[in-house]
């Protein structure tokens, strides 16, 4: 009888105690906000279509992450509280996943799939719309100054400049060495808005444009050869990483994916690394990423500055952009010069924002295309903010 | 015992500190603006001119040797001739095209998960292959 | 002449040195016994199409793990005596690829790949047969149960216990977590009851179930909206997951993947989730567990009990499942009242035990099809067992 | 030298304290099929419950907003609704039809391993793709 | 501060001392060449008076028992029974075959890459699906 | 205006301190060697189709590692100086894949995928040809008792001796285990010479052989049941294991992909295998190997006499293939005579030199195909020169 009511006792304790290890008893405000957070996400990806490779990955991994079990805190390997299950855990699945984030693994190895995807004709075709793809490249250093000004660190500073370079794997490459962590609250915002170029680059675009700037028309872009083709890469991974070593493990791979594809003897290779490799890089990026924006360590007023600061930085790289084209025009023949509706495209959303050249060039003028022209500058920001990226771990790694 | 691969909280290297004295030199980010953007812009010229120089060249010098010795991809080449205009016309009308093969596509899909193997009914790899009287 | 006899002498041997190396010197009754196991997995997989994705790749493997070398002890990084071959000897490839199972990384993986696969609908149209596969968990705490008064350890008892949830990655990761040195015999136990549920569950099902209740017809399921689908995976994980925290790993993937197939806008992601990505797993957890089985390790008399064990929990775990829907029943009216004969799908090899139900179920009513019905408590069996590896965790890691 | 990632016997987590003492006091196993059974059950019910209620809700409500933003959706719904009887006859239907497929499949993959190029004669990813005189 | 595996120089296994040894008493290599070929040799003579075993056995007993049980197989093998002769013909075929093949494959690709959605057009996989106005 | 002046004295400097870190203020000769080098295997396999999967990754593997940026020399963890960009820093992305080449995980993957793509029917069907599959690694210890005398160490010479088996992977794995200081040397030089097989080999054919031995017709081979393609795998692997259990890596590998390809209800796994998954490593092992080919380790006399010992051992190995031929013809009745124009094809760079036996028998007789009996100690020569491998490190490992 006795033991029998040491049994009850102990079936209570334990079921008690289990009870309050469930999330229900340790979810805070904090963690009701970054599940809302989880939630819009998903719902854009699904319901508007905003980038859901990359949205609902890291949506569902923000639900993941805030699941506010006990014990979180108990993160050494040797730990016996350790429970092996949050994402900052060392032992659990989540943790070994977080590797490629944390130490820039993944980065790189989406760079390989997007070389091997890109084609950089439009930019072989016409070279000097490269330069309008470095000009918005100034986002990422207003965003860098502006970060400076609201007290972050120079390390910090620099990851979050970063964001001006539309580039989600580059923006956590740079932030996983820099400041690590900061990479959930920086992917987040990279990837929210390049989501919204649609939304921030027009009414910049039509407030820095005349109308008779508008209506330029550009001379179709020539054909490209087989040979430029193959050439672009190897020249173009040997002369930007001569400039700027740091850079290597984007832009490196990048032409390697690149010239994996335009070499075509090697098109299994290249299929694969933009088919199935990129695949399952995207799905442990997106899903670490989400899970790394615990609630308490990501509900921070630098969080919100990262978030201000992205908008920003998105403004000024059209700004960059855009103004670019009308002084680089002053310089160009009649019949050469370039329209400005497509110096947003520099801010390297591929192809977001060359859609957004193409769609309000039509509003101004349907017969004048303008989609083909702002690849170039599209594929050249992405080039441009791997540049900028080594030029901001030269200094500040 | 099996092994396992220690993990440690030591051994990171130490990092911030030129970004710190960088920092306190440029306390407003101009120079590293300035710096920055010189560089971008030198790595892209240096690009542009190549690219510039190539195309040239190569409607010169090198397009005729490579036609002599690689005939096929010359071929190959002819077809892709086409004027710049054409090519914005024809991506427009593939992206239309995307739209409606989008419609199709999705029809296709919803079949093909209906009928192939993998769904539903076999939806775990170690699900048995044979039951004994089915 | 002296240094050609002193040659000739080196060359003998040598050669009789590698000869005393060779697998023919060193093997044993035991590894004979191990690779007659494999030959009968491979034989199995092959000739009657049992479970092939598996039992090739574990029946390979265990022919690899038993191949007896000399010097297999040596086992430390930097023994210069370990020739990096075995499993358990570090620098060997398959003691790298062995870490995804030693350390229950694979697991979660395959659940990704799962969810990316699994249809809820059979259990979103008719959730009140979530219950049957929550009561066929029965199987795992009868075994854990069993296993105690055998003798087994608490965390071995646990282990062996989610034998019963029918599930092999889940199976593999709580033992890599509760009891690594019995991974194998639990890994290849589970998988071999798996195989042979349609031998096993017909006679309980026939001795638990009188002759009308095996003619009960069940409503045809209603019909399942997109954003009902859409919805599972998200509320399935919060719910699941805010219970159980310890489930995470394992229920924060099967959604992630679920939640990737029904999105719809995320194919490519879930068609790699549960394509080459799922493929590749498997091949490498098959051929690990498989040679994790070392003779030396394996053969001993807690293997033997695993065995006996892993088939008491499929049985109580199918009278688990029949008996509660014999019991639900008593509460349901008529016309709702479900058929004891999905009961055994709530044991959750999909869609093996799903299958039983219907060919039990025809061979009392040619009209009758379970099929549908049954595939409900089947995949709310893997939720489940997943559920209750969380408790075990909870409780004893 | 290169760096390597050092393999340690020691730093593992001390598991197993807290499964002897569960043990201890609860050495038949009966308390642990107990709560955990309990456990188990409530998540699923709390599930069931749910989704219990939200279909109810998304038929009376949900279905007609959602019906009013994304028609497109709704017409593959309209598709969908088909019998469950009828369901599990083609589900029938499309085992059997698997069957024969299989069949079909297998003579499709025979003709293809004869016919693609990654078979026997280059068999090797590194083989030579041109010798010179043939 | 985040966990990180340690990356350390030290730990790896002390090799070479075996080969040194051995070096010593076979300066020259050729113990090493007679040895290593007759264990390659020993390995493959072992495995060709196997095949040689299995093939006639299998010809008078095991191919028998095999098909009764399993009917099917042995169905597909008769297919497969045509002579060396011609194999060697048709593998020459084929690859006569996969040249023609090949050009069509590349005709169909460029196609391909030009009509499918993953091309210029939406070339990162976090390109938008659509924009507002378009 | 001090500091003003102090600004633009902090900027100049700062900016020549970048240029002193571009490459181009830190490259030599040994760089511009490397890169043309590089720049030349991409044209072979470009512009001639020489094993374009494996020379594209090496050679833009070879650009990137001789991008010769400042501070490459700190490449521990914890060294401030660490920019984490070359492939012997810690940390940086090429050091986190080169582990697979350094530890020798890579090849055995491959070997996998190699096993789901070989058809080894031709050696089946005639198993007296694996002994010309034996004979050819002769290649292997001739070019190990070559570099002894050129003063390498027992250990490097194994390595380097390697390349005689004509098996990138094999070479690798080995040279990892033996001198993994010599794995970029080895790699190149092993690719370079199957590259080459074409060329090396004929002159050696056609001086060893007289004109009535190449006009010798073989037997066509009779036909292989699938029960003996099932067998193969699992026994090739037991026997060759049993004697060399030091090639268990390679072999288990081979053949357990062999069992998947041939077990026929494991399709989907050995299409991954032989499809995207040696794909992934295909690219990540040619990419590291090439950028390990870093200037200052790389050009050395050591590599020098790799090339020399590489184009010997490919000499010896088809002398040791076509006289073994001739030698057992003496032993064969008349009508069984093999054709020693099949000698050569026991190096197997896979189907090369099978091709080479086919081109040059078709010299001499139109009629007499040689391909499918060249097929089988073609595949014969890769068991045996992974046996040769186990073979070298269990006596220098
Ligand atoms: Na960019
Ligand atoms: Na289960
Ligand atoms: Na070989």
């Known amino acids: 009888m006795d033991t029998s009511r040491n049994f009850w006792t102990f079936l209570s304790n334990h079921l008690f105690s289990f009870l309050g290890e469930t999330a229900f008893m340790n979810f805070t405000m904090g963690h009701v906000v970054m599940i809302i957070i989880g939630l819009i996400l998903i719902f854009l990806a699904i319901a508007k279509g905003f980038e859901p490779m990359l949205l609902i990955p890291i949506g569902f991994g923000i639900l993941i992450?805030?699941?506010?079990?006990?014990?979180?805190?108990?993160?050494?390997?040797?730990?016996?509280e350790n429970l092996q299950i949050g994402i900052y855990q060392s032992g659990s699945v989540m943790n070994y996943l977080y590797f490629g984030v944390r130490y820039g693994v993944y980065p790189p190895l989406i760079f390989l799939g997007i070389g091997a995807m890109t084609d950089f004709s439009a930019l072989i075709s016409n070279p000097?719309?490269?330069?309008?793809?470095?000009?918005?490249?100034?986002?990422?250093?207003?965003?860098?100054?502006?970060?400076?000004?609201?007290?972050?660190?120079?390390?910090?500073?620099?990851?979050?400049?970063?964001?001006?370079?539309?580039?989600?794997?580059?923006?956590?490459?740079?932030?996983?060495?820099?400041?690590?962590?900061?990479?959930?609250?920086?992917?987040?915002?990279?990837?929210?808005?390049?989501?919204?170029?649609?939304?921030?680059?027009?009414?910049?675009?039509?407030l820095l444009t005349t109308k008779k700037e508008r209506l330029i028309r550009m001379k179709p872009p020539r054909t490209v050869?087989?040979?430029?083709?193959?050439?672009?890469?190897?020249?173009?991974?040997?002369?930007?990483?001569?400039?700027?070593?740091?850079?290597?493990?984007?832009?490196?791979?990048?032409?390697?994916?690149?010239?994996?594809?335009?070499?075509?003897?090697?098109?299994?290779?290249?299929?694969?690394?933009?088919?199935?490799?990129?695949?399952?890089?995207?799905?442990?990026?997106?899903?670490?990423?989400?899970?790394?924006?615990?609630?308490?360590?990501?509900?921070?007023?630098?969080?919100?500055?990262?978030?201000?600061?992205?908008?920003?930085?998105?403004?000024?790289?059209?700004?960059?952009?855009?103004?670019?084209?009308?002084?680089?025009?002053?310089?160009?023949?009649e019949g050469n010069k370039i329209n400005p509706l497509i110096g947003n495209a520099g801010v390297s959303a591929v192809p977001a924002s060359a859609r957004v050249s193409q769609v309000i060039g039509l509003q101004y003028d349907k017969t004048n295309h303008l989609l083909m022209h702002a690849m170039g500058p599209n594929v050249a920001g992405v080039i441009g903010s791997a540049v900028a990226a080594g030029v901001l771990l030269s200094f500040l790694f | 015992m099996l092994s396992t691969l220690l993990i440690v909280e030591a051994g990171e290297r130490v990092a911030g500190k030129s970004a710190e004295e960088f920092g306190k030199m440029d306390p407003t980010g101009i120079a590293m603006a300035m710096i920055a953007m010189s560089i971008v812009f030198s790595a892209l010229i240096f690009l542009y001119f190549t690219f510039k120089y190539i195309a040239k060249l190569y409607n010169i010098d090198l397009k005729k040797r490579f036609r002599k010795s690689r005939p096929d991809i010359e071929h190959t080449e002819a077809h892709e001739e086409i004027s710049g205009e054409t090519l914005a016309a024809i991506s427009l009308a593939l992206n239309l095209y995307h739209q409606q093969m989008q419609g199709l596509e999705d029809a296709v899909i919803t079949f093909k998960n209906a009928a192939k193997?993998?769904?539903?009914?076999?939806?775990?790899?170690?699900?048995?292959?044979?039951?004994?009287?089915?």
């Not at chain 1, 793809?133 to 400049?161: D, H, M, N, R, V």
């Not at chain 1, 442990?284 to 899970?291: D, H, R, S, W």
């Not at chain 2, 193997?117 to 004994?132: A, F, N, Q, T, V």
Request: net charge positive; aromatic share 10%.
């Open chain 1, 225 to 333: 050869s087989k040979l430029e083709k193959i050439l672009f890469p190897i020249i173009g991974m040997l002369f930007t990483c001569f400039i700027v070593p740091a850079a290597i493990p984007l832009l490196g791979m990048l032409f390697f994916g690149n010239l994996l594809k335009e070499s075509t003897v090697t098109k299994r290779l290249a299929d694969t690394a933009k088919g199935q490799m990129i695949d399952i890089i995207t799905i442990l990026i997106g899903l670490t990423v989400g899970a790394s924006t615990q609630a308490t360590t990501f509900l921070t007023a630098k969080s919100v500055g990262i978030f201000g600061l992205g908008a920003c930085s998105f403004i000024v790289a059209t700004f960059g952009g855009v103004m670019f084209v009308k002084i680089f025009n002053l310089f160009l023949k």
């Open chain 1, 65 to 80: 992450g805030n699941i506010p079990f006990a014990g979180a805190e108990h993160i050494l390997s040797d730990d016996p």
């Open chain 1, 128 to 206: 000097k719309l490269m330069l309008v793809g470095a000009a918005a490249q100034l986002g990422i250093f207003g965003a860098y100054a502006a970060a400076l000004a609201l007290g972050f660190s120079p390390s910090e500073a620099g990851a979050i400049g970063i964001i001006g370079g539309a580039d989600g794997p580059t923006a956590i490459f740079v932030a996983s060495k820099l400041a690590p962590e900061l990479v959930g609250a920086i992917a987040v915002s990279a990837y929210s808005y390049m989501a919204l170029v649609p939304v921030i680059q027009p009414p910049v675009m039509r």
């Open chain 2, 117 to 134: 193997s993998y769904s539903p009914w076999s939806s775990k790899i170690y699900g048995l292959r044979k039951s004994p009287n089915n």
